[in-house]
């Protein structure tokens, strides 16, 4: 736990919000000292005349920045421990001295190779990473207040957040160890001596992300007691930020709209235990009635029933002709026979992918972007991991699962006639399991099938997780088929639907392999969130003519088709429908994004 404070009143001047046009929506950069490390001198300060505008009669404020360029000045001896000059105290002098035993800390590994980093500059001779943090540093050190704290309300965590960045632009050359020292013993709670260490692993190597992490110990610290009211672990949120400093996905710290900060939230974990803890689980009468949709032979009231054998040749002749019937239906929702399919740009339908991965997360992110984990804190960029279809290689492994994604919608539909239900299937039996497969594997030994199979497989998009990849058609279908404005409107939900495929947390796919119909939760509430999703993008279209020409790609506006608003999916989609009724959005999407399943009755 952090270390509780007594609660000290403060001044009822100092709780307002500093005006987001003194601070342009950014905060006080930190004053690093680079010079000590990099052997930097400045030269000396410009005179700047004042400027004064006699048209305007209105009183203003021109601050002028009294920061000065950065030269290479010939480093001092260091001592050989490393390349960082650092001020130890003796014992009693500082922060970094204790009396008790410090628990050991390990240091993340060395940095990766970084972007970031380059060749030294032609003019100065300094690393142009270093160039760019200095920049950075002086551009929002010119801002108004630099050396005032700030307070941000955080509305998502009921709390105010007390951002003070002055401390960091004081610190004299060579404290920057002792520095992090005492931040962490405000965090920790005591000691917790990881300075030094940490200042000789990226002290050098990496400038930009140390400030980074300085800046974040900051904000932990100067809020420990409101954070630790939150009940994350101390230790586990510094660690997570110290690897999320060494991505290049890590919010700069002069992002707008105190961007930075709330990834700090976000990554830290206190976003998401906050939602967690604002969330109640479902009583024992819910979970009983959950655990019925998710298990075919459980009731209402928690009994277990005992199904009559599987009627294995009814269900072979059943599901295979049905298969059948599929694959062959969707193909021809594609092409005309002898007629050759439209392309469709890879390009622009990423440009589609890309807007709407900024869309969700500014509409919608809450959920999402409290998962420290989330694709949105690692870089996943939609846009660039667009495939085609067209390079799925057609192996056993892909139309396998193909045939597993269609067998569950054929198999529990009612509009299919429910065959599982009908020959008694039991997904719990091993025995049931094992007679599935064996249909899977005739049908893919069958030459004709397995043929049109990948055909329809090549014309299926999806969500390859373990790759990272979002696969989609870079085709139109036959006009006669589906009108080009509808196939855009279709192509959109799409997007959104396997997007929301590769936001899905692992505990969530995790748990649905121990429930009978797995395909409630990787499909079925997918579909919802989906839906959901899309309704809200349609509204969009309606009133924004720049979204609209986007999405629809330049063609008229015409409404979607109705059931592009509807939960898909067949049973799974309708049990998706029930559970949301059961325990509400925030629960749901708590258990999707988050991976909190005991909010749906896992």
């Excluded at 962490?184 to 692993?201: D, E």
Aim: hydrophobic share 35%.
């Amino acid at each position: 736990m952090l270390k509780r404070k007594k609660k000290q009143k403060k001044p009822s001047t100092t709780t307002t919000t500093t005006p987001a046009s003194q601070t342009g929506n950014r905060v006080p950069s930190p004053g690093f000292s680079l010079a000590g490390i990099f052997g930097l001198s400045r030269t000396p300060a410009r005179q700047q005349p004042s400027r004064q505008n006699p048209s305007n009669t209105t009183t203003t404020t021109t601050v002028s920045s009294t920061r000065t360029p950065w030269t290479r000045s010939t480093p001092t001896q260091r001592p050989q421990r490393s390349d960082i000059t650092i001020h130890n105290r003796r014992s009693g002098e500082g922060s970094s001295s204790s009396s008790s035993e410090p628990e050991k800390v390990v240091i993340p590994d060395d940095v990766p190779e970084s972007n970031e980093s380059g060749e030294s500059s032609a003019d100065q001779g300094i690393p142009s990473g270093v160039l760019l943090a200095i920049e950075e540093m002086d551009e929002v050190l010119q801002l108004p207040g630099a050396d005032e704290a700030v307070y941000l309300p955080v509305g998502s965590l009921g709390l105010t957040l007390k951002i003070d960045y002055g401390p960091l632009r004081r610190m004299e050359d060579g404290e920057e160890a002792d520095f992090i020292n005492a931040r962490m013993a405000q965090i920790m709670g005591g000691p917790y001596p990881i300075g030094v260490p940490f200042m000789r692993k990226y002290g050098t190597s990496d400038p930009r992300m140390t400030v980074w992490v300085m800046r974040a110990l900051c904000l932990l610290s100067d809020n420990a007691e409101e954070l630790s009211a939150m009940g994350v672990d101390p230790k586990k949120a510094v660690e997570r930020l110290i690897a999320m400093a060494k991505k290049q996905s890590r919010m700069s710290i002069s992002a707008p709209s105190h961007g930075f900060e709330m990834q700090i939230l976000q990554v830290g974990g206190f976003v998401e235990s906050k939602l967690l803890a604002d969330l109640l689980p479902p009583n024992q009468p819910t979970v009983l009635k959950l655990l019925s949709l998710y298990h075919p032979a459980r009731t209402e009231r928690g009994e277990i029933l005992i199904l009559p054998p599987l009627k294995t040749r009814q269900l072979d002749l059943q599901l295979k002709k049905l298969m059948h019937q599929v694959v062959v239906g969707e193909y021809k929702a594609w092409r005309e026979t002898g007629k050759p399919l439209a392309h469709h740009s890879i390009g622009e339908i990423a440009k589609v992918a890309g807007f709407l991965q900024g869309w969700l997360k500014e509409r919608f992110g809450t959920f999402p972007l409290a998962a420290v984990d989330s694709i949105y804190h690692n870089g996943w960029t939609y846009e660039k991991q667009i495939v085609s279809t067209l390079s799925k290689p057609g192996d056993d492994n892909e139309l396998l699962g193909w045939l597993m994604n269609r067998g569950q919608l054929v198999g529990w539909g009612k509009n299919y006639g429910a065959p599982f239900t009908a020959a008694s299937y039991d997904p719990s039996r091993p025995q049931d399991r094992e007679a599935l497969q064996k249909i899977y594997d005739d049908l893919l030994g069958d030459p004709q099938f397995r043929k049109a199979l990948t055909a329809v497989s090549k014309l299926t998009a999806c969500c390859a997780k373990g790759q990272g990849k979002i696969m989609v058609q870079p085709l139109y279908p036959s006009t006669k088929v589906v009108t080009r404005v509808q196939f855009h409107w279709r192509q959109a939900r799409t997007l959104i639907h396997e997007f929301l495929h590769a936001l899905t947390h692992q505990n969530l796919t995790e748990a649905s392999r121990g429930i009978g119909e797995a395909q409630v939760l990787t499909e079925g509430l997918t579909d919802l969130l989906t839906a959901h999703f899309f309704a809200q993008l349609v509204e969009e279209v309606r009133s924004n003519g720049e979204i609209r020409q986007l999405i629809l790609g330049g063609e008229p506006f015409e409404e979607p088709a109705a059931k592009h608003l509807e939960v898909g999916y067949g049973a799974a989609g309708e049990k998706a429908k029930i559970i949301k009724a059961l325990v509400g959005m925030d629960n749901l999407m708590a258990a999707y994004f988050l991976g909190a399943v005991k909010f749906i009755g896992l």
